[in-house]
């Protein structure tokens, strides 16, 4: 397979992970630290990123890190070291020089437009930036989907902290009631999905435990958010868990698009009681 081919087919399974909603498709994004709870001195963490159909295994291609962001305890940007985007999975080092909670993210916006020109539909993806430039404005039957994703973990060293738990204000986002380093099997844990910074209500929520592929089911928990955008959740069993939700409206950032898909999904750890 050429470098061009290679380069359009992870483009299109991108996109497919972009626009559909990431628990009912195969392909699944995902970061998975080496460590979430850590003490010690001088503690790393190396983190995965890739995007895959069996959950926390590397088989199908790398996620890539443009959007990546550490925010330190501090609520500051943290250094990324030895980043490298290989066959597989991307992968990164964190130096953890402060005491408390961590925020890694990978946040993405793009845009997917279909149109037809002289009765041929064509499709396009890119940025903001380039749709006036590749889309002409003339197109028939256009319609044009802003998505917004953001993939998240959290890790802490020492004494949990919230700094870098708030939020952005702009697309889905997680904002927990209970410490997403503080997690114990058979122990409700509750969070809040917010969108734009508002409460994200009747939201479906999915939660998939890892190891995916030596079982004959998921396993999954599937349940939603209340109006104010809260919901909860009892691990079965300890482990690293995938929590996805996504949320589409017509609460578009640009001008042209006619609908819009947010999509949040973070890695987490459950600890034995």
Do not use: C
């Not at 498709?25 to 963490?45: E, Y």
């Not at 845009?111 to 028939?140: C, H, I, M, Q």
């Not at 989907?145 to 889905?172: D, Q, Y």
């Amino acid at each position: 397979m050429n470098f061009a081919l290679k380069k359009l087919t992870l483009t299109a399974a991108l996109a497919s992970a972009l626009l559909a909603p990431l628990a009912g498709q195969a392909h699944r994004m995902w970061l998975l630290p080496s460590a979430t709870v850590l003490s010690g001195n001088d503690p790393w963490i190396t983190v995965d990123a890739a995007v895959s159909n069996d959950l926390f295994y590397f088989e199908h291609f790398p996620l890539r890190l443009d959007g990546l962001v550490v925010t330190g305890p501090d609520g500051n940007a943290v250094k990324v070291e030895n980043a490298s985007t290989l066959r597989y999975r991307s992968v990164f080092d964190v130096h953890l020089t402060q005491e408390g909670t961590y925020r890694i993210a990978v946040a993405g916006h793009a845009l997917f437009a279909s149109y037809k020109v002289n009765g041929e539909t064509k499709r396009w993806r890119g940025t903001a930036e380039s749709f006036a430039k590749d889309v002409p404005a003339n197109s028939d039957e256009l319609k044009v989907t802003e998505s917004e994703t953001r993939v998240e973990s959290f890790v802490t060293r020492g004494k949990p902290t919230t700094v870098a738990l708030h939020n952005t204000g702009h697309g889905l986002e997680l904002a927990p009631d209970t410490h997403p380093d503080d997690l114990l099997a058979q122990t409700p844990a509750r969070f809040r999905l917010l969108l734009d910074g508002r409460p994200a209500a009747n939201v479906k929520v999915s939660v998939v435990p890892g190891g995916i592929r030596y079982r004959d089911q998921l396993g999954g928990i599937e349940t939603a958010t209340d109006a104010d955008g809260r919901f909860t959740v009892k691990w079965p069993a300890p482990g690293m868990y995938w929590l996805e939700a996504s949320t589409q409206d017509a609460q578009t950032n640009v001008k042209g698009a006619t609908s819009r898909r947010a999509t949040y999904a973070a890695t987490l750890e459950v600890m034995p009681q």
